[in-house]
């Protein structure tokens, strides 16, 4: 199956986004500019991109602490995100949720999750919703290689294949929980995990948004027959660290540089397309200008927006009390 | 009105809300039972047969069963919520929630905050506690104050069957999550109960009984032995006023301090361990709010701080008894005065 010139564009975008998004969130974060937590997407672009390329507001995705990517890539606003970073009124979440729980439902964003593993219950949930009331949507649980060793997310494996949910597991394996590799602390495969519970599996590489996007498109086209559930191991490398400030002393030294050099998963798919013929630089260079610009723009409304006011400390704790 | 059991009412609640309202899924283990098994379906409906019967008119689309992974399918509950369903999950045993509590407590009660009101949880957790069927200590607690402790939740203890039913249809109709505490040594008492539907306003205590002197606050099963005291004690001349808080978040506060000021005496009645329970939140709000008005010090009535014993002798010395309630009446009654 081939992408057309829009869907391409379309990719590019918002791989671009994310890593112009998350680019700037670092810098500011380092100059002190942003409150609390962040966790970073930057390298991972292709992976939260070919699943979300697949889906319509109808599907819903959790996330993981990393969840600016997912945001991006399922359609929430880049202003809304910039401003909940800072904390600011206005924000995605009104300023109430941060880096850690950025979330928008009106594009099926459930959510980063500040527990590692919090988000698989949720989408057996989301599966469920969309299989009894008839949506035709699908779910997915993005789930970091920290996360694949939770028991949350093992009882989510055998729940959703018991009740045949449309959900999708997907295992972002940037090769580190915090500081601990994830070769020394996943037991087994996370394929031959899927498989222990009946479920296709299947590992791609997740610099490859071509190779992510494919393998997508069969696990959403099959949640979508009710053909039930599916795992998906994307195996890949963050460029940052865990958290902002995190030293990475526990990376080899040229590791990240050799990574930017060699597998960047936005050079890749550009040489992909323009010696395919099928865009030309200049209109990826165009997006490129784009992406800048509109992040730059959430960056400085986010830095002018008043905070939130303190009669917003204790409202939206219930629908009615 | 015909009698009806706490059971019978909590399933009839169940049936006549899925009927109102398609939305409406329940999911447990054994909800239905047999799911599988060569033997009958609908064969436990629930370990104590409260959902019984429910399965054959919804379908097992509505009524779900589940594997034993209560991390899994509470969290597929806060999610459906958050999806456009209305699920009730039971939660066999309140003892439990010490493997699904991050669901409850770090998503289910928070998402709607933390997406700036955009989440709407409609969800309700059905929860079996409290001491007297000699389950011993994993199978026995109380530990509704662990849930009113945190934002976000509502929390219900019906103290009959008609409050039961009531209150589960509130419930099932709140778009905020509900922890729904039936005490399992109740599911038997009868009271009357209407045939149709009714919600019970959260948060609207039920001055179960009108009195002067000392007013007693209980809380689920305890009111009915609250009640039986204030009956004993009206033949030695000291009439008690009898509040049932009904939901622990919302808390009436004003209508406990109201009648803690026209007594001017108080004892409050928890089945729960003492410490940072219901009764010490209560007694503090009192000492806070109603100081001046109060002529004798707050007692409580409470377990001791000690998990729940097995053997039936010691099961019964744990349990707030009829008698402890009426001695601590005894003892503010008889209290010189502010």
């Known amino acids: 199956m081939q992408l057309s010139r829009e869907q391409l564009l379309d990719a590019y975008r918002r791989m671009r986004l994310i890593r112009e998004f998350e680019d700037t969130v670092h810098a500011e974060f380092e100059a002190g500019n942003i409150p609390g937590f962040v966790h970073l997407y930057a390298g991972e672009e292709a992976c939260a991109v070919g699943f979300c390329l697949h889906l319509d507001d109808r599907d819903r995705i959790a996330s993981t602490h990393r969840g600016h990517g997912h945001c991006i890539a399922k359609g929430c606003d880049v202003e809304g995100m910039m401003l909940e970073i800072f904390g600011k009124a206005g924000g995605l979440c009104g300023g109430k949720g941060g880096s850690m729980h950025i979330a928008d439902l009106e594009k099926g964003m459930m959510g980063a999750n500040g527990i590692v593993g919090g988000g698989p219950p949720l989408v057996c949930g989301a599966a469920l919703a969309a299989k009894t009331l008839g949506t035709g949507g699908v779910a997915i649980a993005f789930v970091g290689d920290g996360g694949s060793n939770q028991g949350t997310t093992l009882e989510s494996y055998n729940l959703a294949r018991v009740w045949n949910l449309p959900a999708i597991f997907v295992i972002e394996d940037n090769g580190y929980a915090e500081s601990t590799s994830s070769r020394w602390a996943c037991a087994g495969s996370q394929v031959g995990r899927a498989q222990g519970f009946g479920m296709p599996g299947v590992e791609v590489d997740g610099f490859d948004f071509f190779a992510v996007w494919e393998a997508a498109r069969e696990a959403i086209e099959r949640a979508r027959a009710g053909d039930g559930p599916s795992l998906v191991h994307v195996r890949f490398m963050r460029y940052y660290g865990h958290f902002e400030g995190d030293a990475q002393t526990y990376r080899a030294p040229d590791e990240v540089a050799r990574l930017k050099a060699e597998r960047d998963p936005l050079m890749l798919f550009r040489r992909r397309v323009s010696e395919a013929g099928l865009l030309e630089e200049t209109q990826l260079d165009e997006i490129d200008g784009e992406c800048r610009a509109r992040v730059a723009t959430a960056l400085e409304r986010a830095k002018a927006a008043p905070w939130p006011g303190e009669d917003e400390l204790v409202t939206d704790v219930y629908a009615s009390y | ?338």
């Open chain 2, 1 to 338: 009105m015909a009698k009806k059991t706490y059971r019978q009412a909590i399933n009839e609640a169940l049936r006549q809300e899925m009927e109102r309202d398609p939305r409406v899924v329940l999911m447990g283990e054994d909800v239905a039972g047999g799911m599988g098994s060569p033997g009958e379906d609908d064969a436990w409906g629930g370990p104590l047969g409260v959902t019984k019967g429910l399965m054959p008119i919804f379908g097992r689309e509505r009524v779900l069963d589940t594997p034993i992974s209560e991390s899994a399918f509470i969290g597929a509950a806060v999610g459906a919520a958050a999806s456009g369903l209305r699920p009730v999950a039971e939660l066999m045993f309140v003892d439990f929630m010490g493997v699904c509590f991050d669901q409850i407590f770090n998503q289910g009660a928070k998402l709607r905050y933390m997406f700036g009101g955009k989440a709407k949880v409609p969800m309700v957790i059905r929860t079996m506690y409290g001491a007297g069927f000699r389950a011993a200590s994993q199978h026995s607690q109380c530990l509704y104050s662990l849930f009113t402790h945190i934002p976000g939740l509502k929390v219900a203890l019906p103290s009959n069957a008609y409050e039961a039913k009531g209150l589960l249809i509130q419930a099932i109709r709140d778009d905020d999550p509900v922890i729904f505490f039936e005490h399992k040594a109740m599911y038997d008492d009868e009271a009357e109960v209407p045939d149709e539907p009714y919600a019970i306003p959260f948060g609207e205590a039920n001055v179960a009984r009108e009195g002067d002197d000392v007013a007693i606050i209980a809380l689920g099963r305890m009111v009915n032995l609250a009640l039986e005291a204030a009956g004993q004690l009206e033949g030695e001349g000291i009439s008690c006023a009898v509040v049932d808080p009904r939901t622990t978040s919302p808390l009436d506060t004003e209508t406990l301090l109201e009648v803690v000021e026209e007594c001017g005496r108080v004892v409050i009645v928890d089945e729960a361990h003492p410490r940072c329970s219901m009764a010490r939140d209560i007694a503090a709000v009192i000492a806070e709010e109603a100081f001046d008005a109060l002529e004798a010090p707050v007692r409580t009535v409470t377990a001791p701080h000690a998990p729940v014993p097995f053997s039936p002798a010691l099961e019964d010395a744990y349990i707030p008894s009829t008698e402890k309630i009426a001695a601590a009446v005894r003892a503010v009654a008889g209290h010189p005065g502010g």
